[in-house]
């Protein structure tokens, strides 16, 4: 820059002020251009980009508000550990589509208790004879590439009773799809757990009394540019042969149910508000093919 000032400056009799000038214009772009790299300007709305990380353990910015248990970080995903019901009110993490391309590790069959949850949770005998499957919240699926955190989804902490044929049935419809949506959008904001509130459908264990949800919720959240959008699912746990998109709802709704508060630190609130409120059934694609095994398939023998 001091070599161009001698050279182009004052000698040819340009005023000084245009060398200040210059570097304001300079500095203007450089500033715009980081501002770029942290927002990104779309439909009239200035948007946070989601940081990307590996390791999401211990980070707050994508938690629900309205919690009532104990927050408990693991490597892969968070939960909030409800001791009333003895399993998480919600599991929460960030699913990456390039972490499902990956080579899966083995599955382990064992189901553990948390160590990380102060009151313990429900142990393994509970749900013994109990004619309830040990219903995945965050699924093993989801964190197969990665040995530590696959293991991490056979805590009882991220387990609730569920019908056998709601588990391996619509539930496992919209758990494949989750797993196909990411892969598309690159990354979805994932939240899931029991709906208890209203009214259980009973308790089992012997010692320990883990209550039976009247249904669970799924919500998901797509912040990739350019579409990004939202949607909620309220499953009753039972079979079902209805379609999937007969339990999608916005996630206005779904907060409506659960009184939590979803996403709340991840957009301002504008864009809170436009994208909760919204429910475009179109923009996350069903498969006539899982539904068909769904309803022939998944749902016999239980």
Not at 190 to 202: E, W
Not at 253 to 271: H, Q
């Amino acid at each position: 820059m001091a070599k161009f000032r001698q050279n182009h400056g004052s000698a040819k009799g340009q005023p000084a002020s245009r060398d200040a000038l210059f570097r304001i214009v300079i500095f203007g772009a450089i500033l715009a251009g980081i501002i770029y790299l942290i927002f990104d300007y779309t439909g009239g709305t200035l948007v946070h980009q989601p940081i990307k990380k590996i390791d999401y353990s211990g980070v707050d910015f994508f938690l629900p508000a309205g919690t009532s248990g104990q927050v408990v970080h693991h490597k892969g995903y968070t939960l909030s550990y409800n001791e009333q019901w003895e399993q998480a009110e919600w599991v929460t993490y960030i699913l990456e589509g390039d972490n499902l391309r990956k080579q899966w590790t083995k599955r382990q069959g064992e189901f553990i208790v948390d160590p990380k949850v102060r009151t313990s949770t429900a142990e393994d005998f509970d749900y013994r004879g109990s004619g309830y499957d040990r219903g995945h919240l965050a699924p093993f699926a989801d964190f197969a590439w990665d040995a530590e955190q696959a293991k991490e989804t056979f805590y009882l902490s991220n387990v609730s009773p569920q019908v056998p044929a709601f588990n391996r049935g619509i539930w496992r419809e919209l758990e494949e799809l989750t797993r196909d949506w990411a892969k598309d959008a690159g990354r979805l904001y994932v939240v899931t757990g029991p709906i208890i509130t209203l009214q259980a459908l009973g308790v089992i264990g012997r010692d320990t009394k883990v209550s039976v949800p009247q249904s669970f919720f799924k919500v998901l959240l797509d912040l990739e540019a350019p579409d990004r959008k939202a949607i909620g699912f309220v499953i009753p746990n039972k079979p079902s042969a209805a379609p999937l998109e007969h339990f999608a709802m916005s996630v206005d709704e779904v907060e409506a149910i659960t009184d939590l508060d979803f996403y709340s630190e991840l957009m301002p609130p504008a864009e809170e508000t436009q994208i909760e409120a919204a429910l475009n059934k179109d923009s996350w694609p069903t498969s006539a093919g899982k539904f068909d095994k769904r309803v022939n398939e998944w749902n016999n023998g239980y």
